[in-house]
């Protein structure tokens, strides 16, 4: 009998140092949201990407409000007051992660902390990402925050948003999902436009040059070499030393074009053209933000798209 209630003894005791286990572990972490029983809710996205895969799931049932205007640095923004008062009343708030927006000490939090928004419902959308890490001259390391260019990062950020605003808003839960499977489908066939376009390039022509480091999770993705004027945004972008080793770079591998992105200086990248004799792709690359409304890579879906045709034909020879 004694051995019996030790054995029941010992299995209680068990299960509930389980359960306070996994209630400290990460937090709220593994807790779904808390529902509202609203036809529309009310989002909150940190920039344009999101912005964007946010409206294509939630549709007529969603009110959205982007803080970083296209055009804007998603890194350094600053927000507003009434980007606060956006966020105090929102539903949810969908953002990067992965440092975008200077991490848990950067501006998204310092305006969270600002309102009265609960944080457990701001949203991660590169929940599951392995981030990959970039350094500076002197050593510093930093997490590349553009997973969101590799469209296979872009499915993961689309099912981690589908499943919060199933959590949050499950009266609408089966529309989120419909639109989620058409949505996933498009982009399934872009990473197989990636996936053979890219591969058919013959592996030596397979050099990709740009002005940042900001392509790494895409360039691993599909096997393309890398090389870049910096890596982190510093105030020396383009520094003589830079230039210098890029220089070094094309001339052992040999690229068939540079490429610049959309929203950079051009100069350091023509300063690399002139002394390397290897011309500037034609079209501009499209790096962490879509075009503004009307332009080429309008939403994320035509942003891949878009990358991929500048890829393909300038990087061949």
Known sequence: MK????????????????????????????????SVDKDKIKVVTSFSMIDDMVKEIGGEHVEVKNLVPTG???HDYDPKPDDVKHISSADLVFYN???????????????????????????????????????????????????????NVGEKMVKNITKSLSERNPKNKDYYK???????????????????????????????????QAFQYLTDQYDLKEGYIWAIDTDENGSPEQIKDLVKFIDKNEPSHLFVESNVDKRPMETVSKESGVSI???????????????????????????LDVLTNGLEK
């Open 3 to 34: 051995k019996m209630i030790l054995f029941l003894f010992t299995i209680t005791l068990s299960v509930v140092l389980a359960a306070c286990s996994n209630g400290d572990k990460d937090g709220d972490s593994g807790k779904e949201l808390e």
């Open 97 to 151: 992660g992965l440092n975008l927006e200077g991490g848990s000490k950067g501006w998204l939090f310092k305006a969270l902390e600002s309102s009265d928004f609960s944080k457990e419902n701001a949203i991660k959308t590169s929940e599951g990402v392995k981030p990959k890490y970039i350094k500076d001259e002197d050593g510093k390391k930093e997490v590349n925050p553009h997973a969101f260019i590799d469209p």
């Open 281 to 307: 792709y034609k079209k501009p690359i499209y790096s962490d933000e879509i075009s503004k409304k009307g332009g080429v890579a309008d939403t994320y879906l035509k942003y891949l798209e878009y990358n």
């Open 72 to 74: 804007t640095d998603p």
């Open 178 to 212: 419909e639109n989620e499977k058409a949505y996933l489908k498009k982009l399934h066939n872009i990473e197989d436009d990636y996936e053979k376009q890219l591969g058919d390039i013959p592996k030596k022509d397979r050099v990709f040059v740009a002005s940042e």
